[in-house]
């Protein structure tokens, strides 16, 4: 099951619910809503986001970044080395970016601000405005159940790395979340960013912090695992089979504050505009790198690439040929972009590079590498030391 840090007790049943920060005395909720009301029996409830990373996503997350490394004194030139993206991008709102992208800029903040905390204070900053094209039609919902579906709905306009599952359980809410890509090195980093950012977001459309039950976390247990109590004040079970949130179903049938259907209606237009947009970006060719780029285990083969591309192979090389290019080119161009990467920006050793660019021995890398580079992968770190 996975080592479990124990950081307080759930609401139990019949309990007042108490917020955290009023730990003192129990806190019943705004708008007279107590959690010793029956919620409606809605056990059927399943609901699912959507299983596919966006080819592109907003600027936003990069620009919270740089503020964030700003107040280390860290220039925004500094953090977006090497990613493609420049200082005056960031203030573009409607300047898109690919993951890839961004990924390097996480890898960039964590080696600048050494912080086994980064994620969940970064994470902090991720609220509803971070992700306001869509939260901020959603925090007009009637309810917090409908809140959640509109999340679901748009989940591409959020800066996800994750695909979520709403399930109703018994007298519990359990939000599961599955990777959309294989996080690696950055899980953890990555992990505690977007648990951060979905607390934050759901005690803002609430009114007030909502009380989690449980969390359990896929990676080992860290050394700040005692931070995560003064946050969330619920067990926290880390080196899981899953990641896992669960609370109390009846915050699911709560009215939102901040209910108006007709400033929902309003905003979420401009939703649905942002949403359309990222969802028809880029071109087959695009397609094609994410799918190699952010490969599930391991490269996939020309057919099984078609097949993920819900396209013929016959299809798949007339597009690729039709973009001056052929499949065993761009699996080497992709091969050479994730060495360089890896070598530059961290520590694995050569023979786990070789082996998550699909490589069966090192002397088959080793080789390929000489011939991107005219250099060994070993004389490249060196020098970019």
């Not at 009023?22 to 299983?51: C, V, W």
């Not at 390097?104 to 601000?113: A, K, N, S």
Request: with cysteine.
């Amino acid at each position: 099951m996975g080592n479990s840090e124990s950081m307080g007790k759930g609401t139990a049943a019949g309990q007042k619910f108490i917020c955290p920060g009023f730990r003192n005395s129990a806190q019943e909720m705004p708008g007279g809503y107590s959690l010793t009301k029956q919620a409606p029996d809605h056990d059927a409830i399943h609901l699912k986001s959507n299983n596919l990373l966006p080819l592109y996503r907003s600027i936003n997350s990069v620009t919270i970044l740089a503020d964030y490394a700003g107040k280390y004194g860290i220039e925004s030139d500094l953090l977006l080395a090497g990613s493609g993206i420049q200082s005056h991008d960031l203030h573009d709102p409607e300047m898109l970016i690919t993951p890839r992208q961004e990924m390097m800029v996480f890898r960039r903040i964590i080696e600048l601000i050494p912080d086994p905390k980064l994620g969940l204070n970064v994470g902090g900053k991720y609220n509803i405005s971070a992700n306001g094209k869509v939260a901020i039609p959603a925090t007009f919902c009637n309810t917090f159940l409908d809140f959640v579906k509109m999340m679901f709905r748009y989940i591409e306009v959020t800066l996800s790395y994750f695909r979520y599952d709403l399930i109703v359980k018994g007298n519990l809410a359990v939000l599961k979340k599955e990777e959309l890509i294989d996080l690696g090195d950055l899980r953890r980093f990555i992990t505690d960013r977007e648990l951060m950012s979905v607390y934050m977001m759901c005690s803002s459309a609430l009114g007030f912090p909502i009380l989690f039950n449980e969390i359990r976390l896929t990676y080992p247990r860290p050394d700040h695992a005692s931070y995560f109590k003064e946050i969330f004040f619920c067990p926290v079970t880390f080196d899981a089979d899953e990641s896992m949130i669960s609370f109390d179903k009846r915050f699911l049938f709560m009215p939102l504050p901040m209910a108006n259907p007709l400033a929902r209606n309003a905003y979420e237009k401009e939703c649905k505009r942002v949403y359309l947009r990222l969802k028809y970006q880029g071109t087959t060719l695009d397609r094609i790198r994410q799918e190699l780029l952010f490969p599930d285990e391991e490269f996939p083969s020309f057919e099984q690439l078609a097949r993920r591309l819900n396209i013929s192979p016959r299809t798949l090389r007339r597009h690729l040929t039709a973009e001056g290019t052929s499949f065993k080119k761009l699996l080497n161009d992709i091969r050479k972009e994730k060495a360089i990467e890896l070598l530059n920006t961290t520590n694995f050793s050569i023979e786990r590079i070789a082996t998550e660019l699909g490589y069966s021995d090192v002397p088959n890398f080793y080789h390929a590498f000489k011939v991107w580079t005219g250099t060994t992968p070993s004389n490249w770190r060196k020098m970019k030391q």
